[in-house]
């Protein structure tokens, strides 16, 4: 059994040609979106979820993991009701909401 030759497999390079090894054009099909996205692309539920969780943390009452029933009837309420609860949980802090 015998070697393959190297040039059936690698390309050979001429050096003397002064070549430039340059990248083919990107597929602009293969390009990622990278423009700012102009509305959130949470839900209003996931942005009410993610703040009562912070809000509770930030109050000094981790979430205990049975609560995720009663966090979740809460983050299906409305803004207000929503911005009201963690108003309540911030009663006695200084810390503005946001």
């Known amino acids: 059994m015998t070697a ?3 040039d059936a497999i690698l390309p050979t390079v001429n050096w003397d040609a002064e070549a430039d090894f340059l990248l ?3 597929d602009p099909t293969q390009r990622l979106d990278t423009s700012p996205h ?3 692309v ?3 539920r ?3 979820r993610l703040n ?3 809000t509770l943390t930030a109050a000094g009452i981790p979430p205990h993991p049975d609560d995720t029933k ?3 009837a809460l983050s299906t309420l409305d803004d207000t009701v929503a911005l009201a609860v963690r108003r309540w949980l911030t009663a006695g802090s200084s810390a503005p909401l946001t």
């Open 70 to 72: 009663a966090i979740d």
């Open 4 to 6: 393959p030759a190297t």
């Open 52 to 54: 009562l969780h912070a």
């Open 46 to 48: 996931d942005r009410h």
């Open 38 to 40: 102009p509305q959130s």
């Open 42 to 44: 949470l839900t209003a």
């Open 24 to 26: 083919p054009p990107p």
